[in-house]
């Protein structure tokens, strides 16, 4: 399967079994084949396979860390950290990755550990 990465995400492919727990069933991701999208491309990129949308980088619970925000209002955020969440090296980063969010009309968010719940202050 042929994944879409941003560039920021390229250089932790391979690192990613490294994450999953012994005996859990993976596939590994390898960094072959894959659609590298840079976020300032991904609008016109989503566009052409239907989805009405931006890739936008939100680094915070790591630097590779990327959501996806439809013109609906929809924000899936992956690993992005709920700022009451941030650690102190993160404390800046997180709200600065929250606030793109906001910025890009995000209403409603799909967290990757989490609840769906409106996006208000977080």
């Given at each position: 399967m042929r994944l879409i990465v941003t560039p920021e995400?390229?250089?932790?492919i391979a690192g990613m079994?490294?994450?999953i727990?012994?005996?859990?069933?993976?596939?590994?991701?390898?960094?072959?084949?894959?659609?590298v999208v840079p976020c300032d491309e991904?609008?016109?990129?989503?566009a052409g396979i239907g989805i009405a949308g931006v890739i936008v980088h939100?680094?915070?619970?790591?630097?590779?860390?990327?959501?996806?925000v439809l013109d609906i209002g929809a924000a899936f955020t992956g690993d992005l950290t709920h700022p009451s969440l941030a650690s102190e090296e993160s404390a800046v980063t997180v709200?600065?990755?929250?606030?793109?969010?906001?910025?890009?009309?995000?209403?409603?968010v799909?967290?990757?550990h989490g609840p769906v719940r409106p996006m208000g202050d977080g």
């Open positions: 995400q390229v250089g932790s079994k490294t994450y727990k012994k005996g859990e069933p993976y596939t590994e991701i390898t960094s072959d084949g894959n659609v991904s609008r016109a990129f989503l939100t680094p915070g619970h790591s630097d590779d860390s990327v959501s996806l709200p600065e990755s929250w606030a793109k969010l906001r910025a890009l009309g995000a209403t409603t799909y967290a990757g």
